[in-house]
């Protein structure tokens, strides 16, 4: 079952997956192998008693559609298809949900889609999900006009091989079938950080769906120009509002700020030198992510404020993807209080 979906299973595909088996096996290490039957992702011919395999998110978002239409690389779906959901739970058979189309509990750490079904502002507007924002249309905030909507990966998305001509299928070629199991190096998409070509981090288990500053991400942070930050691939459309690839004249280089610094370590004096119980409404990256001292505590001078410190990733229940409610005073303050500790 996938997403709430039954997958029609036929001797025939069983025997193909065997047969997969015994030339995969060799190659690959044993988290491939176990991650699941072929047959959960792909589709020989797209063809099962005489009706389609392939499925896709109706047009009104209650449910799935059959589709005919075969998909590339022998999918079942698409990455909405995949990665959504018409129940509560945000983790389906180990898919994490990011797009919910009814009621839904304990959202995964980049959000969830749903919020921007409601409101452009709540989130990224991405392609099969909702049209382009009706303010903003290809342009977003602080960076220059888009050719085409975003998606999800490819090169007018965020996740898998950005590079032109890149789609959500062909970005994402081979990704979920490497090894990860030593670790993220971002020597290619399957490699990187959740995908994000080039980016670093560590990856907790359940997405952060249990929302407990003892297992969570831990996100790679620089002070210099690195490329290896979640902060510099913002930064590739959002390009005005990041200190090093906007440039110091945009953002400023120390207080007082233009605009909110990212990629800049959190100060070890004054108000900032008491943010040292790692908070997850305001999360800090790392300089290395694989040696944190205390995956709940927080070292001022060293750990670093990044775009996601405010904003969730896909979408938020608030105004600009914020974690928290900066329009209403009480809840505004203490989301920024986590940092700015003698305003809360």
């Given at each position: 079952m996938v997403n709430g979906r039954y997958l029609n299973f036929s001797l025939y595909r069983i025997i193909f997956i065997v047969f997969l088996w015994g030339f995969v096996l060799p190659g690959q290490g044993q988290a491939v192998v176990s991650s699941g039957t072929c047959s959960d992702c792909h589709t020989i011919h797209n063809s099962q008693g005489g009706a389609a395999v392939a499925f896709k998110m109706n047009a009104s978002y209650t449910g799935y559609d059959t589709d005919a239409t075969p998909n590339e690389m022998l999918l079942v779906s698409d990455c909405i298809g995949c990665h959504s959901s018409t129940g509560s739970a945000t983790i389906v058979d180990n898919v994490p949900i990011v797009f919910?189309?009814?009621?839904?509990?304990?959202?995964?750490?980049?959000?969830?889609?749903?919020?921007?079904?409601?409101?452009?502002?709540?989130?990224?507007?991405?392609?099969?999900?909702?049209?382009?924002?009706?303010?903003?249309?290809?342009?977003?905030?602080?960076?220059?006009?888009?050719t085409s909507q975003l998606t999800c990966a490819g090169e007018f998305g965020c996740h898998g091989d950005r590079t032109s001509g890149k789609t959500n299928f062909s970005g994402m070629n081979k990704s979920h079938h490497i090894d990860d199991s030593g670790g993220t190096t971002g020597a290619s998409t399957g490699l990187s950080y959740r995908f994000l070509d080039g980016v670093l981090g560590k990856e907790d288990a359940d997405w952060e769906q249990d929302n407990v500053n003892t297992s969570h991400n831990e996100y790679k942070g620089s002070t210099g120009s690195s490329t290896e930050t979640v902060s510099y691939l913002c930064a590739q459309c959002h390009n005005d509002f990041h200190t090093w690839e906007g440039g110091p004249l945009e953002v400023g280089t120390a207080s007082p700020w233009l605009r909110h610094p990212t990629d800049?370590?959190?100060?070890?004096?004054?108000?900032?030198?008491?943010?040292?119980?790692?908070?997850?409404?305001?999360?800090?990256?790392?300089?290395?992510?694989?040696?944190?001292?205390?995956?709940?505590?927080?070292?001022?001078?060293?750990?670093?404020?990044?775009?996601?410190?405010?904003?969730?990733?896909?979408?938020?229940?608030?105004?600009?993807?914020?974690?928290?409610?900066?329009?209403?005073?009480?809840?505004?303050?203490?989301?920024?209080?986590?940092?700015?500790?003698?305003?809360?």
């Open positions: 919910s189309t009814g009621a839904f509990s304990n959202p995964l750490a980049g959000g969830n889609f749903s919020y921007v079904r409601t409101d452009d502002t709540y989130g990224h507007n991405v392609t099969g999900i909702k049209a382009q924002d009706g303010t903003l249309g290809l342009t977003p905030p602080g960076g220059s006009a888009m800049v370590a959190l100060k070890n004096t004054g108000e900032y030198a008491n943010y040292t119980t790692y908070s997850m409404t305001a999360p800090v990256a790392r300089p290395n992510p694989d040696a944190v001292p205390s995956t709940s505590q927080v070292t001022p001078g060293t750990d670093i404020v990044m775009c996601l410190s405010c904003h969730r990733s896909h979408g938020s229940p608030y105004y600009k993807a914020m974690r928290w409610d900066i329009k209403t005073l009480g809840t505004a303050v203490s989301g920024c209080g986590v940092c700015h500790t003698s305003k809360n």
